[in-house]
């Protein structure tokens, strides 16, 4: 009986403080903040890196793509391919994140958008475009659910 109200003791405050799974999600999400996520898309985007930007696909492994005015839901191979065409005709001359906006709680969502100034082959005049990324946190990440390429 003593051994029980010792245990009983021991694992109540445990309880207390041990957060439930959705909060521990938004706990988690806040120390991986979707700036630094659009960060990182935009490094790999800034490095013409096609299948790492398709490997942060979500679990289902579709994005919803606008690229050239033709909006899909692709598959992320599908994604990547559509990438490379785009980098193999498009040098990157700058790419940064602009903004950054958390526009849900449950599960996490939110979009960011990078400036990407590259110029076409063969063509010496440079020109930017917006890059709008939907994002969703999803397990341990933050996953992209949209990418959209606005003139």
């Known amino acids: 009986m003593i ?3 010792v245990l009983l003791f021991l694992a109540v405050p445990l309880i207390l ?6 909060q521990a999600q938004r706990e988690t999400a806040v120390t991986v903040p979707l700036e630094v996520f659009v960060q990182r898309v935009a490094r790999l985007w800034a490095n013409a890196e ?3 930007i398709a490997t942060l696909a979500p679990a289902d492994g579709r994005i919803l793509l606008e690229i050239g005015g033709e909006t899909s839901a692709v598959q992320a191979r599908h994604a990547a391919a559509a990438f490379r065409a785009l980098f193999a005709d498009r040098q ?3 790419v940064r994140p ?5 526009a849900g709680d449950s599960p996490p969502q939110g979009f960011g958008e990078i400036s ?3 110029r076409s082959r063969g063509v010496s005049n440079p020109q930017t475009q917006t890059l709008y990324i939907g ?3 999803e397990g341990r990440g933050w996953r992209i659910t949209e990418l959209r ?3």
């Open 116 to 118: 990407w100034t590259f």
């Open 135 to 137: 994002a969703v946190w």
């Open 92 to 94: 990157s001359i700058s």
């Open 3 to 5: 051994r029980f109200a």
């Open 17 to 22: 403080v041990t957060p439930s799974p959705a």
């Open 98 to 102: 602009a903004r950054v906006t958390i």
């Open 149 to 151: 390429l606005i003139p």
């Open 50 to 52: 096609a299948g790492g």
